[in-house]
């Protein structure tokens, strides 16, 4: 069977930047399972991998548009320091949640200056080229019920 949308697909996949440097992988751990077409991972990614069936191997390139999105500066912004009460050692790289007119937000810690911090509401994967190198282990049609929640279910998937 190939993967198409609203196939669930189990696979094994190594993440790298543009550097070639390992931000996340599924290799000595569960694979990861999920419903294609149904926006469970990236869209490049879901892309790539129609058509392919078990045991396939590739390696994929997503650019920012079908990945993370590009970097918006408007999401980029000082905030007082008063803001960060009862947090004594504010360090670049702790993420705290924002609330936001849309609901809360998870935002990065990419500066600390004496009169403020700057924080990114970017995703942390914004603006960069994601390569995936990727093994196929299993494809297989979806049930009724995992196509209505746009969720796997069962093993690698939501357990209700």
């Known amino acids: 069977m190939q993967i198409a949308e609203n196939t669930v697909v189990s696979m094994h996949y190594t993440l790298t930047d543009e550097q070639g440097e390992t931000l996340d992988s599924s290799i000595g751990q569960d694979p990861l399972v999920f419903l294609s077409g149904a926006q469970n991972i990236i869209d490049g990614l879901d892309k790539a991998l129609q058509g392919k069936k078990s045991g396939e191997k590739l390696t994929v390139a997503v650019s920012p548009e079908e990945g993370y999105g590009e970097i918006h500066q408007e999401l980029i912004q000082k905030v007082p320091r008063e803001n960060f009460q009862g947090v004594d050692d504010i360090q670049v790289g702790m993420q705290f949640m924002a609330q936001t007119p849309d609901g809360q937000q998870p935002v990065t810690v990419i500066e600390v200056e004496e009169d403020g911090v700057m924080l990114d509401g970017n995703h942390p994967l914004a603006g960069k080229m994601l390569n995936f190198d990727v093994e196929v282990l299993e494809v297989r049609e979806a049930s009724a019920e995992e196509l209505?929640?746009?969720?796997?279910?069962?093993?690698?998937?939501h357990q209700h």
């Open 148 to 157: 209505e929640h746009g969720h796997v279910h069962g093993e690698g998937g």
